[in-house]
């Protein structure tokens, strides 16, 4: 599992790390880094880094210091190093390294932007606010469009260091070189794209300072922690679950919900919504059961539309007291406060709705809006979109999915992923767990297709990646 922070996060470890006796050089070790990082791919692209053109783009902080200590050892290397300050006097010291190892200092961008071999983008870091001037926005688009490297110091420029929004102008980076710990931007979309590969430098900081990292799961997570049979499960052990999702108005969210826990696993899927669908599901999954009976968790709400039995229905769910999603049309029939063994699964839409908020404001930091929809409903939120977050009340943290190919975003996916969710509940799972780990099997899932894919169809291909994250826990 891979660790992201917030800004404060990052500037306590900062803080703790100056404390030490003796104090260490966090700005040589992060330029040492990043010149390391820069000539590795100076060596990939062009054999060597003597003689390369290099531009840093600077800012008046502690980023473009970092750009311009690198850029000396660089220079010291043989790379002809030009920086260009866009934001006023650059660092004083930094800029005095780079000029004492034969660097230089420009007021302009060089005409032949293709000629360089790679640009360093040191303007803004951890104390930037996002979006960018427009000349600095216009030469990072210049530089992106002639088939430059790019390279972010620590982030790339523009960027919101914590909601990873792009509010605005941002550089868009081939490598982002960071700093001591990963930053919430770096997991975040539609930040987290504009990183391009991320590498972590190490500067000995302390994570146990910040016990609310951002926890981003990755597939080793999935291999430790999905509940695969054991040789003597049954049906009970791997999960029953209760699926009362569809209309006659729409049918198919209870074949798709269906679909998910049936792949993902469950010992068994009772289908208890309208005849319409159940019919039709039999018909496609003969080992569905339709009569009521023994469950473990439940899933209502997808396909319902404007159900008007719905409030009911959930008011039944919450009594029973098992564990339960509660996905799309169901989300609007929400008791005051939900139970907290309830896994909530909005897309941003859905959840704008439920904190009566408009839905842009939900994009543009997904992750407070998450932690609202749980906190305000007292049951786990995993939110989907670009990057899926899941959300449990009162807590600080948060789990991100392994993200997947945009192709996912597509109607029915989010009903799979729900049949999916409530299939990990009746086998046991936290809801923190089911819904980030469901969440990133369908993402793992849909990484094996070089395209678009039906939700139905990505669902038979988890049985695939099922086993290959079996086969790895061995
Ligand atoms: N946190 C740490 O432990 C370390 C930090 N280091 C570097 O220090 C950086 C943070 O440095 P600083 O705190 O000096 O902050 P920055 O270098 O990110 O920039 C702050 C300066 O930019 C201006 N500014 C901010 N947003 C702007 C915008 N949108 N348009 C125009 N001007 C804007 C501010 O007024 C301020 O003068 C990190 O990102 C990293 O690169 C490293 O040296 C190593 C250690
Ligand atoms: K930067």
Redesign the pocket.
């Known amino acids: 599992m891979k660790l992201a922070y917030r800004v404060d996060q990052?500037?306590a470890?900062?803080?703790a790390?100056?404390a030490a006796d003796p104090v260490p050089e966090?700005?040589q070790?992060?330029?040492a880094a990043l010149a390391a990082a820069v000539s590795d791919l100076l060596r990939r692209r062009r054999g060597s880094v003597y003689g390369a053109r290099v531009l840093i783009m600077v800012?008046?902080?502690?980023?473009?210091?970092?750009?311009l200590?690198a850029g000396a050892r660089l220079a010291d290397r043989g790379a002809a190093v030009t920086a260009l300050a866009l934001?006023?006097e650059p660092?004083p010291a930094g800029l005095a390294a780079l000029l004492a190892a034969g660097g230089r200092l420009v007021d302009a961008a060089p005409e032949e932007l293709a000629a360089l071999d790679v640009a360093l983008d040191?303007?803004?870091?951890?104390?930037?606010?996002?979006?960018?001037?427009d000349d600095?926005a216009q030469l990072a688009a210049a530089l992106d469009g002639a088939g430059v490297p790019l390279v972010a110091?620590?982030?790339p420029?523009?960027v919101d260091?914590d909601t990873g929004a792009v509010p605005a102008s941002a550089v868009r980076a081939d490598l982002t070189v960071?700093?001591?710990v990963a930053k919430a931007c770096q997991v975040i979309e539609p930040a987290r794209s504009r990183c391009g590969e991320l590498r972590v430098v190490d500067?000995g900081?302390d994570p146990a300072l910040a016990t609310d990292a951002l926890r981003c799961l990755e597939p080793s997570d999935l291999a430790t922690g999905w509940p695969f049979p054991g040789r003597s499960s049954d049906k009970y052990a791997r999960g029953v679950v209760g699926i009362d999702t569809g209309s006659p108005d729409y049918p198919g969210a209870a074949l798709l919900g269906t679909y998910g826990a049936v792949h993902a696993g469950a010992g068994m899927v009772r289908f208890l919504g309208p005849d319409e669908a159940g019919d039709r599901l039999l018909s496609l999954l003969p080992n569905v059961v339709r009569a009521d009976g023994r469950v473990q968790a439940r899933l209502v709400g997808s396909g319902w539309g404007d159900r008007p039995d719905g409030a009911e229905v959930l008011a039944r769910v919450a009594d029973e007291g098992l564990p339960a999603v509660v996905d799309a049309d169901g989300l609007r029939f929400l008791p005051e406060r939900c139970p907290s063994h309830w896994l909530l699964t909005p897309h941003a839409g859905e959840l704008a709705r439920l904190l009566d908020r408009p839905r842009a404001e939900v994009e543009a930091d997904p992750l407070a809006a998450a932690h609202e929809g749980a906190d305000r409903t007292g049951a786990t939120v995993l939110l989907k979109g670009a990057t899926q977050v899941v959300v449990e009340p009162g807590n600080a943290s948060a789990t991100i999915a392994v993200p997947g190919p945009a192709w996912t975003a597509q109607a029915g996916s989010g009903d799979v992923l729900a049949g999916v969710c409530a299939a990990l509940l009746a086998a046991g799972l936290s809801t923190s767990d089911a819904g980030a780990y469901g969440a990133s099997l369908q993402a793992l899932a849909a990484a094996e297709f070089p395209g678009p894919v039906p939700p139905q169809q990505l669902a038979t291909r988890f049985p695939t990646v099922l086993g290959r994250l079996e086969a790895a826990r061995r």
């Not at 930037?128 to 001037?133: Q, V, W």
């Open positions: 990052v500037r470890m900062e803080e790390a100056l966090l700005m070790s992060a330029a800012g008046r902080g502690n980023n473009g210091g970092d750009a200590y934001l006023g660092h040191g303007v803004l870091g951890i104390g930037g606010r996002p979006g960018l001037p600095v110091v620590d982030l420029s523009g260091a960071t700093f001591g500067l900081f």
